[in-house]
């Protein structure tokens, strides 16, 4: 049986709208059917096989307190309900929320805490993460202790009496260091504390926390779960009953939720997921190897290589590597001419498309981070990232090797 959290959560369940639960018949079969099948139906009126496109506000009732589940768009939106409940259910859990941004849905997560409440959080984190904790959510009294979590012990002893969560990202951004969930579990679970994995590298189709212990898995959805750079969104994922209440009586009165024409974008998205994942994987071994052969391993930092310090966790952890890796190109000068030569690769923010991107992580996904503390991670001007996409290798490696030139 899952453990439920034995501290207050502080928020009332008192939200009229009833919870959307994945049934059983979702479980079925595996990822790539699951991917194209779970969570929706044809429509009933017209027997379409895509699910419809929901463009309302708000839905007519029969009568005082009878509804057809739904009463106001932004609490429930069929288009929405059906991305929830498919990548609810590739996650292995039974509740899916779907929020308007990445950042939309942490900044929910986090409305389960109030002020006096200590959170522990993996030191290397998307920039924007660190930006939220520590730009706006320290000021209304939330505490924030930050710690290599591939060594547990270190989180252990950030563990206090207050701790009410432990927030990890596996594989993190940029630096491509590995948690291990299993024993981030054990030790949320001798705190009473909330486990909180960000699975946007990985994707479920590659990682499956919720069956490593977490309590909530959340996604940027913008990424890979979308996988084609023309929507922005993000999702949680949960087990139980009564953490699912709570969000949802948070995405309700907060209201930070997607439109129905981004929800359609990502759940389309989520019908190639399996096939997508596949290839930016091969992708990504292909291009490691080439880049070992041409800068040294102790350059490029990829999970997949034997010389990275947690592939053995990795080979455990993740069934396979997936397409992101840093490299250490030695300065910022180095650093920008890579960026300006590539043609294939383009110069980006964001990840986990289609399309081959790279990216300046010291100036861009970490721009707002202190120096010192991306000093203290051991993030670099001259590293670059790089989201491998799903073209012929062939032809990223002939990018790479040119845009290497000289370096």
Known sequence: MRRRASFPLHLPTDDPEPMTRIFDEDLAGGFATRAIHAGQRPDPVSGAIMTPLYLTSTYVQESIGVNKGYEYARGKNPTRQALERNVAVLEGGTHGFAFGSGMGCLDSIMKLFRAGDHIVCAENVYGGTFRLFDRILRHMGLSFTYVDTSEPQRVEEAMTSTTRALLVETPTNPLMRLTDLRAMSDIAKRHQALLIVDNTFATPIYQRPLEMGADIVWHSTTKYINGHSDMIGGLAVVLEDD???RLQFILNAAGAVPGPFDAWLALRGTKTLPLRMKQHDLNGRAIADFLVGRLGAERVI???????????????QMSAFGGMMTLDLGSLDNARSFLEKVR????????GGVESLTNHPYTMTHGSVPAEVKDAMGLTDGMVRLSCGIEDAEDLIEDLEQALVGI
């Open 344 to 351: 294939v690769f383009s110069l980006a923010e964001s990840l």
């Open 302 to 316: 990829y999970p997949g290589l034997p010389s990275h310090p947690h592939h053995e966790l990795a080979k455990r």
């Open 243 to 245: 953490l699912a209440d």
